[in-house]
């Protein structure tokens, strides 16, 4: 009997087949926005850290970021029990080619002989590190960066100072890989030092390795402390902590993403329950039938609550497979924003995604499915539809 | 021939619970617009209407923002002796060295520490300020206590400061610098830029910041629009000053781009949702052509034509979509004047703007709602107008 009311359900769910299409793609586009709000979510929120993460601290200026820190910190932080490298961090903020967003990319000045020390995840050949330390002008990038520029080792490139009056001339010595890729290219800050007179003997942050995860709180603390009577106090926080205040920054992210939720949950529910309703009307008199053969109530109820579970968990399905592609795009897009998003479709996320839909199907078809169970037969029978 | 209007209202309010549930569907979506059409129309007001035309913005050359900007004091003097420049109360050139720090101040709800623009002002300032703006008020009024006194180690918050941050009613101190500062008043800067700021006397600020002899930027007050530009062309043309100059409305317009994520996010969303609305709408429009196959037959066999049906289908479509856009302004509506924030990506400081629900908005609203709706009924009006008669009757 379960194995052909199972087929009955399936049948019915798409015996109009324009109705359960139509409503099958608003659906789906529904729940590819809940995917990517919840891949959103999970990146800011939940993701742990890479292990290397872990261990790296920012130290920064308390009050911004805008506001530089003295070379010598530098020193005074190496000292710091833990710390097994720091390497300065100055956002440059050029422009390439012109002011248009798909030519925007981070772009940072730090010293070569120990950033990559600290940065251990970008993983890069050593003939190409060492050419970059000898080379002042020298830059290395990302592998999708240079790809998206079509850029080689050994080509130059100039870069327009905004922050800076540099135009800094740069070649490429090296090209990184690391998982997740990031729009990002290093140069020495030595050049930039050289070339700005009121830069010698600054730094825009401080990124410091510290010998293992447990350490870093510590170290944090350490480091403020030494800074607090200092005329530059500064603020050490863990990278996803750094990462997390930027997100906070551009403004409240969690009711917005959770309004956008609230929103997207309430408009499949409409969709689902307005084809439902269509649905038993169009069928009053099939379900008057099914009573006289002697289907019971919660037999009806049920029929019609799985009717409504196929639709929006095939919805769902449609939704959660677009939106694989279509989040891979997106996180390309945001890192040219400098947001450091990680995304992808994961077992987790999608089938939360995919529950959230069995159960707006269940609540969503209830009302129809209930007005049908109840219904009065010979009433039912006499339906002219 | 066209069919009365009257028909499908009619029609709408026969089929009240599937018009009422396609109406909120198409709701929901305009709320959601809405709400970040909202967002950005206030982030845009309090960038553009921070700028006067007339005012004048002096940085130091290849500078960005006033937070990067710092030159030597001794400059002043001769930007006050440039000509074109308007004069204040006193009969001297209105002419104000401004002093500018980003400062840490936590949020009243717990929720984290922000940065805010702390701006130091000579009494020029204020009064510039003061001045009517391209639209004849005052740019920034006073709601509440008195300005600041120069000499004094006191401070005038925004309204918006105020509601957001801690110790920031008049009689408490705010700690920043190397002490504390007393807040004597508090103003109303009509949601522009400066509703995010905390002012104070320029020289008391530049000596707690170890800055003294030095500006981050000034304003000079140009007699009209005319002397404001050859005034932003003199600074940045002479030589001996290695200073740009340009007008206040240009450099706020400019940091509006720190709206670009709030704008990129809300386009994919308002999209995506709009797509599955067309979907929705496209199922209820298709319903009310199968329920209405004979009434649609019995129209043509009275002579309505085809073209008079289509119309009027898509109408409908129209109207239920329109019902769902005035739904969703109104539930938007309470939202009106709600406060947020967002960093500014040029000073890296909390921009404090409110939703505004413009007419402008609201129009875009019922565009988008309308498009919706044509979208959505086009392909079922088709169907409807090109039924077979004879089958339809026959039903």
């Known amino acids: 009997m379960t194995m052909t009311l199972g087929s009955f359900v399936v049948r019915n769910t798409f015996r109009n087949k324009r109705r359960s299409v139509l409503t099958m793609i608003s659906i789906s586009f529904s729940l590819l926005l809940l995917t990517m709000m919840i891949c959103i979510w999970r990146s800011f929120y939940v993701d742990q850290v890479a292990p290397e993460a872990s261990r790296r601290l920012i130290i920064r200026d308390r009050v911004s970021l805008a506001f530089f820190l003295p070379a010598y910190y530098r020193d005074k932080i190496r000292s710091v029990p833990g710390v097994t490298a720091i390497a300065p961090l100055t956002w440059f903020g050029g422009r390439y080619i012109d002011d248009r967003p798909e030519h925007f990319f981070a772009q940072l000045a730090t010293d070569p002989d120990e950033y990559l020390k600290v940065a251990s995840d970008k993983i890069i050949p050593p003939e190409q590190l060492k050419a970059w330390q000898q080379d002042r002008t020298g830059a290395i990038v990302d592998v999708t960066l240079a790809d998206k520029f079509h850029w080689k080792i050994g080509d130059r490139i100039t870069l327009q100072g905004t922050i800076f009056e540099l135009n800094p001339e740069l070649t490429i010595r090296g090209i990184y890989h690391r998982d997740p890729p990031q729009n990002a290219l290093y140069f020495s800050t030595k050049y930039l030092e050289e070339a700005v007179p009121w830069f010698k003997g600054e730094a825009g942050w401080y990124i410091a390795q510290i010998d293992s995860p447990e350490h870093v709180a510590d170290a944090a603390k350490i480091i403020d402390d030494m800074f607090r009577n200092s005329p530059l106090q500064t603020k050490a926080e863990s990278e996803k902590a750094f990462q997390l205040g930027f997100v906070s920054s551009l403004g409240n992210v969690k009711a917005f993403i959770l309004g956008i939720c609230g929103a997207v949950m309430f408009a499949i529910m409409l969709v689902s329950a307005n084809t439902m309703a269509m649905s038993v009307r169009s069928r009053t008199r099939e379900v008057a039938v099914l009573k006289t053969l002697g289907f019971t109530r919660q037999r009806v109820l049920s029929i019609f609550v799985s009717e409504s579970v196929a639709l929006s968990l095939a919805g769902g399905v449609l939704g959660v497979l677009v939106a694989i592609p279509v989040i891979a795009a997106m996180t390309h897009q945001f890192m040219g924003f400098g947001i450091p998003l990680d995304m992808k479709v994961k077992v987790p996320t999608a089938i939360l995604a995919l529950v959230v839909a069995v159960i707006l199907g269940i609540i969503s078809g209830y009302l129809p499915a209930y007005r049908a169970s109840r219904m009065n037969i010979v009433e039912g029978l006499r339906h002219i539809g | ?395």
């Open chain 2, 1 to 395: 021939m066209a069919i009365p209007i009257r028909y499908n209202i009619r029609n709408l309010k026969l089929r009240k619970g599937l018009t009422v549930m396609t109406a909120l569907g198409i709701a929901l979506t305009v709320t959601t617009a809405i709400f970040l059409m909202a967002l950005v129309a206030g982030l845009d007001r309090a960038f553009v209407s921070s700028g006067s035309p007339l005012d004048v913005l002096v940085l130091r050359k290849g500078s960005e923002s006033e937070l990067t900007g710092g030159f030597d004091a001794s400059l002043f003097p001769t930007l006050k002796t440039l000509p074109g420049i308007a004069k204040d109360s006193q009969g001297e050139p209105m002419a104000s060295g401004e002093w500018n720090v980003v400062i840490v101040l936590p949020r009243k709800d717990g929720t984290g520490e922000v940065n805010v623009t702390v701006r130091g002002m000579m009494p020029d300032g204020l009064e510039m300020r003061q001045l009517p703006g391209p639209d004849h008020k005052p740019r920034v009024t006073l709601a509440e206590g008195r300005w600041f006194q120069t000499g004094q180690r006191e401070v005038v918050v925004s309204k918006s400061i105020r509601e957001r941050f801690a110790h920031a009613n008049i009689g408490d101190t705010m700690e920043f610098g190397k002490g504390s500062w007393k807040v004597v008043g508090v103003f109303d800067a009509g949601g522009s830029a400066y509703e995010s700021e905390v002012w104070g006397d320029v020289n008391q600020m530049a000596s707690d910041f170890d800055r003294q002899g030095g500006y981050s930027s000034a304003y000079l007050r140009a007699e009209d629009p005319i002397a404001a530009e050859a005034l932003t062309r003199r600074v940045s043309d002479d030589q001996r000053l290695k200073l740009d100059g340009m007008l206040e409305t240009d450099y706020y317009a400019k940091q509006t781009r720190s709206g670009t994520p709030i704008k990129v996010i809300g386009w994919v969303v308002g999209i995506i949702m709009a797509v599955g609305s067309i979907f929705a709408a496209m199922n209820t429009m298709y319903a009310a052509v199968a329920y209405r196959g004979r009434e649609i037959a019995t129209l043509r066999v009275i002579g309505f034509s085809r073209p008079a049906i289509l119309t009027s289908f898509v109408l409908e479509s129209l109207l239920l979509a329109l019902l769902g856009a005035v739904v969703g302004i109104l539930l938007m509506l309470p939202f009106n004047g709600m406060q947020t924030g967002t960093s500014n990506q040029v000073t890296f400081s909390e921009v404090v703007f409110a939703l505004r629900i413009t007419w402008v908005v609201a129009g875009y609203a019922v565009l988008f709602a309308l498009v919706m709706g044509f979208v959505g009924g086009l392909a079922p009006a088709w169907h409807a107008a090109r039924q077979n008669i004879l089958n339809a009757l026959r039903g």
